[in-house]
Each structure stands twice: as structure tokens, then as C-alpha cells.
């Protein structure tokens, strides 16, 4: 039997259930969620298969070792016990980052410094070479208990590389996807985005869509291990591709805004989608419920005015937009409306009854996810 390891899957705080239930349906295996994460184990195949595939993970981490420790010499004792050689070579660019929490040992630079200095005794060659790599190996503790892992994806899995052009406020691509996948739309419904900026939540939903692995073109840090072997990962990768459909979607993703649109269909255009989308330039006002024999899903992401002056302008927005709702969708129970909402001022606005809430985090902000 392959070998098993423990992984860690960092997510957006709020998103850890969406995540959980991705990881569910990609076969991993002891998932548990935790605040911002949810462990799970599997092989490397999965780990392969978890960074490619998974569409609401920020980046998955490799769990080296567990320890408890108080001291930096025992601290070093649980470091000498990792076979640092598989991860790490003269190519490596050796980054450490600290979290500690309710623990003796709590100065961040000093064990990151501590860690560095004995990893390079027990690697002497390590970080000599050309070319550097970038590593980062993670140590956290809480309440004197730690644990080292490594970092597998290497740039952030929400960077998916087709949102060069990003518009105003733009959404992280794997809170779109959390939020496609929180509604329960499927790729014969119809889906309107009607304020959709550059495009994050009509792409996200085009490459669900048309089952296409969206982080096929990421280069991972796990694939510049001294132990990676090519053979296991482009298995892996050949599934992602055999998977992909060619299904016709009805995405309608709109906005009044000129350089909005140009972003979105320029983003389209990247991730090989824009044949499944379509774009159009209409105010929300003038947006009328198409027919949609499987029903459909109304999804917005709207401005909340946080600049001075703004506020009263973009809460009329929002009163219109309650109307709006109330008279083509909320009675229509083949269509559900998602609406990203900021506080109970921008809530109060839309006078209409909510079903289901999620509170997660956006550039920052504790906001709701609202469905109606
Ligand atoms: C928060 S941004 C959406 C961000 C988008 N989800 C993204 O990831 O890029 C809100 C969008 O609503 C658009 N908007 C504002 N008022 C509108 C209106 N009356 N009709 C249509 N779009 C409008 C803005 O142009 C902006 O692109």
C-alpha cells in the first residue's frame, strides 16, 4: 500500500465545510476541520491530485513531525529527526515561518533563526546552488505543542493566473468557488452575475463547469523536492485533463462598468473559458430573469461603499437591489439569489428574508454570505 501522510489544508476562515466537503470528494481520508484549516491524510497521489483539483483551499501543507518542546535544544532534538535531504538541496531557498501561541517558546525570529541555522548544519550544502528554490517550512506552536510542516503548493492556489486584470474589490477566486459551490448551482442551471466586476465568480463557475482542474498550469513547490519523482504527478495530471467536459454553460456575467467588462472578458480569455460565458455590458436595474428550464442562480457581489460619501448612494443601490430580488426571484423557487453582504446596515437595506448565512472573511473584513 502506498504510503500515507498527514496534509493540512489552509482555507479562508468561514470556508473550512466547503473545503472539507471538496476534500471528501477528492478521497482524502481522517479530514477534521480546525479554525482557517482542515487536516486530512492520503498519499502523494492525493496530495497531487488535492493541489490541482481543489478549488477552495489556499495551499496544502505536509505534516513532517509533532513534537512537544519547550526549549530550543529540544526543539533541535525533534529537528534532526526529520530526513530534511527528500525536501531540501543546494537549490533550496529556505523561508521558516513561526506561529506560537500560549507557549514557552514564543519569540518567532529566534526559533525561525534557531531552526535555519541547524537545518543548515544538517544540510551544509543546503541554499549553495544557482538557482533558488523558494521552501517554506512552518512551525507552530500552541500550548507547548508543535508541529513542522512544509509547504507543497508554493504561490497561494487562489492565484489561479488568469486574473492579471483585476477590476475594483476583486474576489479571491477561492471564495468565488467556495461561494458557486455553497449555493448548489450545477452546470445545467442558469447563472447570472449581473455586477460581476472581473469575472471571478462567472470563471470560477465556467471552469467547475466544464470539470477543468484549475490550478493545471500552478508550479508547486512539492514538484522541486530532491525526492519528487515525475512519473506519480503526471498520472495524476493526465486524469485532470482525460476529466475535462465540453458542456454548454449559461453564464451571464454583466456590469455598468466599461473597464469591468474589458478585465473580465481579458480574464476569460486566459483561463480558456470565454466561449461559456457571456458577457455584457447592462445596469443592474435593467436586469431581467431569463428563462432557465432548470432554474438558476442569482449570484451578487456589490459594492458596499466604505469611502466617506459613498454610503448613502450605495445603500439606495442596495435598497433597489432588495426590490429587484422580491420581484423576480424570491417567490420563484427554481432560482436562489447568493448576495455577499458586509454588516446588518447593508442586510437591513434589502428588506428581504434570508434562508442561510455563512460568515467568512474578505480582504479583511468579517462579511456574510446571504442566501435568499
Ligand atoms: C465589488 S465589485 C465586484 C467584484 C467582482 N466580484 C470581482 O471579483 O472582480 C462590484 C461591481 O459592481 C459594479 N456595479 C456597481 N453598480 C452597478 C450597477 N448599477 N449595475 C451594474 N453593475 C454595477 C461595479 O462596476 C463593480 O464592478
Not at 541554499?127 to 517550512?137: E, F, H
Not at 513542522?148 to 508554493?154: A, I, P
Request: with cysteine.
Amino acid at each position: 500500500m502506498a504510503k500515507q501522510h498527514k496534509f493540512y489544508a489552509v482555507v479562508v476562515p468561514g470556508l473550512e465545510r466547503i473545503a472539507a466537503h471538496e476534500l471528501q470528494s477528492l478521497s482524502a481520508h481522517d479530514i477534521n476541520i480546525e479554525y482557517g484549516g482542515v487536516a486530512f491524510s492520503g498519499t502523494l497521489e492525493l496530495l497531487y491530485r488535492v493541489n490541482l483539483r481543489a478549488r477552495t483551499i489556499t495551499r496544502v501543507l505536509i505534516r513532517l513531525r509533532t513534537f512537544r518542546s519547550m526549549t530550543l535544544d529540544g526543539l533541535g532534538y525533534d529537528l534532526k529527526k526529520v530526513a530534511w535531504h527528500l525536501f531540501f538541496d543546494e537549490n533550496t531557498a529556505l523561508d521558516i515561518e513561526v506561529h506560537s501561541h500560549r507557549s514557552r517558546l514564543n519569540h518567532s525570529d529566534d526559533i525561525a533563526a534557531f531552526a535555519k541555522t541547524y537545518i543548515q548544519k544538517l544540510l551544509p550544502k543546503l541554499g549553495t546552488g544557482n538557482q533558488q528554490q523558494p521552501q517554506t517550512l512552518h512551525i507552530r506552536l500552541d500550548n507547548n505543542r508543535g508541529v513542522l510542516s512544509l509547504d507543497t503548493s508554493g504561490e497561494r492556489l487562489d492565484r489561479r493566473g488568469y486574473r492579471l486584470n483585476a477590476a475594483k474589490a476583486p474576489l479571491r477566486e477561492t471564495i468565488a468557488a467556495a461561494m458557486v459551490q455553497w449555493s448548489g448551482w450545477s452546470p445545467e442551471q442558469t447563472l447570472l452575475v449581473p455586477m460581476c466586476g472581473s469575472g471571478t465568480l462567472a470563471i470560477e463557475a465556467a471552469l467547475m463547469g466544464q470539470n477543468i482542474a484549475p490550478n493545471i498550469n500552478h508550479d508547486f513547490a512539492c514538484l522541486h523536492y530532491p525526492s519528487y519523482k515525475d512519473k506519480p504527478f503526471q498520472k495524476v495530471l493526465a486524469k485532470c485533463a482525460a476529466m475535462q467536459k465540453d458542456a454548454k454553460l449559461n453564464i451571464f456575467a454583466s456590469d455598468n462598468h466599461e473597464g469591468a467588462l474589458q478585465a473580465c472578458l481579458d480574464n476569460a480569455k486566459r483561463a480558456h473559458i470565454e466561449a461559456n460565458i457571456h458577457v455584457e455590458k447592462k445596469d443592474v436595474h435593467d436586469l431581467i430573469k431569463p428563462e432557465a428550464e432548470q432554474g438558476g442562480v442569482l449570484m451578487l457581489n456589490p459594492p458596499y461603499g466604505q469611502r466617506i460619501g459613498e454610503q448613502a448612494k450605495v445603500l439606495s443601490l442596495w435598497v433597489d437591489l432588495g426590490n429587484m430580488i422580491r420581484a423576480q426571484f424570491s417567490d420563484d423557487e427554481t432560482w436562489k439569489t447568493i448576495i455577499i453582504c458586509p454588516d446588518a446596515e447593508h442586510e437591513k437595506a434589502l428588506k428581504l428574508n434570508i434562508k442561510k448565512r455563512l460568515k467568512l472573511k474578505h480582504g479583511g473584513l468579517d462579511v456574510m454570505l446571504l442566501e435568499i
